[in-house]
């Protein structure tokens, strides 16, 4: 199963003098079990995207279908599985710590469940899942204010309110700005446990192309609302005219290593992550020992 976009076009404010259009023609699959990231430079219309895919905004042209339902289906009779196919997808906007509201991390997360019309019993059990798959123990937290806590556990706070709902797919606008080193890392590894280890569909959103290698295993790039590429992070990143054209950089590993080949280490030119980086240079190192 899968989300998929069939040449969307997206313009606000249409037949007015702000007339902008934000997407253009973008067609994409987004697989069931992948790591997607969207990256583009400000104004790409990244977020206009996202906001497709649990039906918050409808396209002007196109369909965005979640496991084969439409989201904005013109039978009225297939607008209940519309709207069970738009709850599949779980959405965590940018600085979601700001949307906290409650006395309690409990009641916070128990928010969306109760509004889902939850027992009491299975809304507990669905608070205790969900901050425990943020790795914040309830015990601990769940009588805790929410505002007490710091900048990162508010946002992992904020996320488990996502995953009471126990989406399908998790979509994420730029989950680790404004967080400290050791926040955006704590982050990091809970939504990359939350693929491996609960199999979870993520999207997120980011400009930290670091991150995106690192994480992703599909990539789609914007440029003034169109998808310019539509792959793998390795794939994206060896195209530097079109990362160019639309505002990016390689991440700093890649361009690293590069650099060490130019200047004459025969070195493996695409190595994404550290540990790549590593082995590239151990087995070039080791190479010219023996030569």
């Known amino acids: 199963m899968s989300i998929a976009l069939e040449h969307i076009e997206y313009i606000y404010m249409p037949k007015t003098p702000f007339e902008r259009r934000a997407l253009q023609d973008v067609s994409a699959v987004i697989e069931e079990g992948s790591f997607t990231a969207i990256a583009g430079h400000t104004g790409s219309g990244k977020s206009t995207l996202l906001q497709h895919l649990n039906g918050l905004l409808h396209p002007t042209k196109g369909r965005v279908l979640v496991d084969g339902v439409d989201l904005q289906p013109a039978d009225k009779k297939a607008r209940p599985a519309a709207k069970e196919a738009r709850r599949k997808v779980g959405m965590v906007f940018q600085y979601p710590e700001q949307q906290l509201f409650e006395e309690t991390v409990a009641a916070d997360v128990a928010f969306g469940p109760r509004n889902l019309g939850c027992t009491e019993e299975e809304t507990r059990q669905r608070v205790q899942e969900a901050l425990q798959l ?158």
Do not use: W
């Open 134 to 291: 943020v790795h914040l123990d309830y015990a601990t937290y769940a009588k805790r204010s929410p505002f007490q806590l710091s900048g990162g556990q508010m946002r992992r706070v904020a996320i488990a309110g996502v995953l009471a709902l126990r989406p399908k797919y998790l979509v994420l606008d730029e989950p680790t700005a404004g967080l400290d080193p050791r926040g955006r890392e704590e982050l990091i590894a809970t939504i990359r446990q939350l693929h491996e280890k609960q199999g979870m569909t993520i999207l997120f959103v980011s400009h930290n192309m670091d991150d995106i290698a690192r994480l992703a295993d599909h990539l789609l790039v914007l440029n003034q609302g169109r998808l310019v590429s539509d792959g793998t992070p390795r794939e994206a990143f060896a195209d530097e005219t079109m990362l160019r054209a639309a505002g990016l950089r390689p991440p700093h590993v890649m361009t690293l290593v590069q650099e060490l080949h130019a200047a004459g280490l025969p070195l493996q030119e695409d190595a994404l992550t550290i540990d790549e980086a590593e082995r590239a240079i151990l087995a070039a190192c080791q190479k010219g020992g023996k030569a």
